[in-house]
């Protein structure tokens, strides 16, 4: 994965790697629009493709108007099909069984065109308020599968959760399988950080830095298999 930082266009967060998996609890059309605008208008801006998946409280097309009133030659970004806003029955529901497997290399895909179009890389965001409750189990391991493979790919997702819908032990299961959280107290938005993520993406770093000065060291020929050769 290329480690070079991008501008993720929220404050608090700043700039992120490729790979990077962010949930936003909000309780308002509001709150959508304070992050998802400047997180999308910095995509735009990156030479990224960007694809944002709907619902209420915010639909497809309001979602445009609103970019559209912030975002320079917003219409030449959509015609040139640099930005899609779509909404999320185009892709998550087919025959009312929800498949994270489909949903997963449906964003590969994308990506793969995305690259092989010039784009630095897929920006992503898709709002959660459809999953209902007999479909959370199949949502939780979506967004597991997601977090444990994003770290392999150019892209940047953002999902967003209307913090009434969820008990407490869903809220804690979300942020579990994101990098960061956002969330609103008194106006203003804090981040939390899953540090687990974090320590185990150093470690990775760190391991990989031990093995290049190993094999720099050694004059022979050197070949790492996995059990199946």
Known sequence: MNKSLRKSGIDIIGDV???????????????LTEILVPYFKTGLESDELCLWITTQPLEAEEAKETLR??????????????????SYTYLHVARHIYDPERVINYWIEK????LENGYSGLRLSGNIYWVEKKDWGYFVDYIRKLDDIIGKYRMIALGS??????STIDIVKVVS?????????????????????Q???????????DWKYTFDAVPDLIAILDIEF
């Open 199 to 209: 320590k185990a993406e150093e470690a990775v770093i760190h391991v990989t830095k």
């Open 111 to 114: 990506l793969n065109n995305a």
């Open 69 to 86: 009133g912030d975002v320079s030659d917003f219409d030449s970004y959509l015609a040139k099909g640099q930005i899609e806003i779509i």
């Open 177 to 197: 399988n994101h990098q960061f959280s956002l969330s609103k107290k008194k106006g203003k938005w804090e981040k939390i950080i899953n540090f687990g993520r």
């Open 161 to 166: 959760y209307l913090v009434d819908r969820y």
């Open 17 to 31: 790697s490729w790979g990077t998996h962010i949930c936003q609890f909000y309780d308002s059309k509001e709150d």
